[in-house]
């Protein structure tokens, strides 16, 4: 077995897991897009866009292709005895996306249907930034076919230090979205 002292191994190790950064940042998507790109074309997650949500406890989410397209399935996958709910699944924006939005009031589409298996009756649909809080949650009945849930939101401060888009399926013990 081959065996390095320290002042070869180190320096090697670090060597190696800086190219290996390098190389999965440099895979990524990087376009860039302007405030005024963001503004008239607004923010769409569809496709695999759809994998950067992120879920509260007790929540799964799978990313599934039909004729319909791709969709992520929400699913509640703790009952009612094991714990504190979900705070839904979100889309975080980024700082470039924020300081675009900032300032103007939005609409924000979901598209949305009851899951084939163990469907939910509805879901909640909110954005979240400073002064809009979890009382802000629509709540929306949802169908067995996709539609479009668009909500309106004038958000009152114009300088913002978070912004996420909301969903949060109908807790229904094991109910999807």
Same mark, same amino acid.
């Given at each position: 077995?081959?065996? +390095?002292?320290?002042?070869?191994f180190y320096p090697?190790?670090?060597?190696?897991?800086g190219?290996?950064?390098? #190389?999965?940042?440099?895979?990524g998507? =990087?376009?860039?897009?302007?405030?005024g790109?963001? +503004?008239?074309?607004? +923010?769409?997650y569809?496709?695999?866009?759809?994998?950067?949500i =992120? +879920?509260?406890?007790?929540?799964?989410? =799978?990313?599934?292709?039909?004729v319909d397209g791709?969709?992520?399935r929400?699913?509640?996958?703790?009952?009612?005895l094991?714990?504190?709910?979900?705070?839904g699944?979100?889309?975080?924006?980024?700082?470039?996306e924020m300081?675009?939005?900032?300032g103007?009031?939005?609409?924000?589409t979901?598209r949305a249907? %009851?899951?084939?298996?163990?469907g939910?009756d509805g879901?909640?649909? %909110?954005?979240?930034?400073?002064g809009?809080?979890?009382?802000? &949650?629509?709540?929306?009945?949802l169908? =067995?076919?996709?539609?479009?849930y %668009?909500?309106?939101? %004038?958000?009152?401060?114009?300088? &913002?230090d978070?912004?996420?888009?909301?969903?949060?399926?109908?807790?229904? #013990?094991?109910?999807?979205?």
């Amino acid at each position: 077995m081959i065996s +390095l002292p320290d002042w070869a191994f180190y320096p090697l190790a670090a060597a190696a897991i800086g190219t290996g950064i390098f #190389v999965a940042a440099s895979a990524g998507g =990087t376009q860039f897009r302007s405030q005024g790109d963001i +503004l008239a074309e607004g +923010l769409v997650y569809e496709g695999a866009d759809l994998n950067a949500i =992120t +879920l509260g406890n007790g929540l799964e989410a =799978t990313l599934l292709e039909s004729v319909d397209g791709t969709f992520v399935r929400i699913a509640a996958v703790r009952g009612p005895l094991d714990g504190p709910r979900s705070a839904g699944a979100f889309y975080g924006l980024s700082p470039d996306e924020m300081s675009a939005l900032q300032g103007h009031n939005l609409q924000i589409t979901f598209r949305a249907r %009851t899951a084939a298996e163990n469907g939910a009756d509805g879901t909640r649909l %909110t954005f979240f930034t400073q002064g809009i809080s979890q009382a802000s &949650w629509r709540e929306q009945e949802l169908h =067995t076919e996709f539609a479009d849930y %668009t909500i309106t939101v %004038t958000p009152p401060d114009c300088v &913002w230090d978070y912004a996420f888009i909301g969903l949060w399926p109908d807790w229904n #013990v094991s109910a999807n979205t």
